[in-house]
């Protein structure tokens, strides 16, 4: 069944309603729209509803966020929001940038590396998002629910383990790595000191380490590093060659879900006097137990305490999108070295980028604009509405936010 968020005069969350009431409350003009997704209205006087004890449950993540406010008997709210991850990319291409103009537009000028003193409790800005992340749509609950508890569920993973289950005890301190002066060194000893494509028939004996992704994607773990003669090298980068090696697991998620746990903690904990922990296998054998169906939100559910509560039947997919491109001209000039430029107006015939508008009866996003007026559609899934629609045959339903909302029928509870 809808249901409809009110918010009290001065914008305090009170219970939700079915929307035949909330018909009622507009009609009358006792209360105003604040939101369309979810459907929210402020009342415009003072009223002293009767609360219900709410439990919010977080499935925390590092590509996912799963969310579900409950009660006893049912369930109020329900959303999965997709989290950005290319944080590490725009920096790095940033970094490029700089580089690139430093030495290109001006004399030279040595670069600024050494006089950048991080502060206490750093943390790199790709973790740094999620964590905001998390915090802003536990947020946005609490803005349209009195929330009476707060339980987050913060995976711990044993990277090590995972790649040497027969690891113990002091095998821990000492890593992969250790006795090896740095990771080429011990990249060149594990590959033998033989090159991993041609196995030494060129007999160039030159030895590089190569990255099998690049380094801004797949980093310096040795997990992406491979050995390679010159010979080979070479050929590789004029693609006379192709590499069939790929590489192994990346660890990245784990790695972000260690770090972000206990700063995501700390800082619910400041904000939230009701906050408590669960963790993943609690949350599994919850979800077994009563027969429900692997979800982020449905997770969610079983993390609040209340899995047997009767589902919404819908739930709301949310994704976070760049605010804005700060890139002043596109990296590659065109013919007569000209560098066109990256930025679009700000509008378009009216519209914004991520604009939720409506088409032929459709709802859906624009996820790309041109200046003569036609315009790209998509839902959030990626799947085309209209690659070129004509502006005039749009309507604006709500203009674009930070995050991106699409309401989604739920699939069926029990497996």
Known sequence: MTLVYVLNKDKKPLMPCKPAKARKLLKSKKAKVISRKPFTIQLLYWSTGYKQDISLGVDAGSKFVGLSATTANRELYASTVELRNDVSKNIASRTQNRKGRRSRKTRYRPARFNNRRKGEGWIAPSV?????????????????????????????????????????????????????????????????????HCKGKTGDRVLNVHHIESRKTGGDNPDNLITLCKTCHDNLHKNEIKLNHKRKRSYKNETFMGIMRWKLYDILKERYDNLSLTFGYITKSTRIKYGLSKEHYIDARCISGNPQAKPLGYYFYQKKVRRHNRQIHKSKPSKGGIRKLNQAPYRVKGFRLFDNVSFEKQECFIFGRRTSGYFDLRTLDGTKIHASANYKKLKLLEPRKGYLTERRMAIPSST
Do not use: M
Request: charged share 30%; hydrophobic share 30%.
């Open 128 to 196: 740094r998002h999620k964590i905001d992340s998390h915090i802003q749509v536990i947020e946005n609950v609490y803005k349209i629910l009195p929330v009476s508890k707060l339980v987050v569920e913060v995976a711990s993973f044993d990277i090590q383990k995972i790649k040497n289950p027969d690891i113990s005890g002091k095998q821990y301190q000492e890593g992969e790595q250790a006795g090896f002066w740095n990771t080429r060194e011990y990249v060149l000893h594990r590959d033998e000191h033989t090159c991993q």
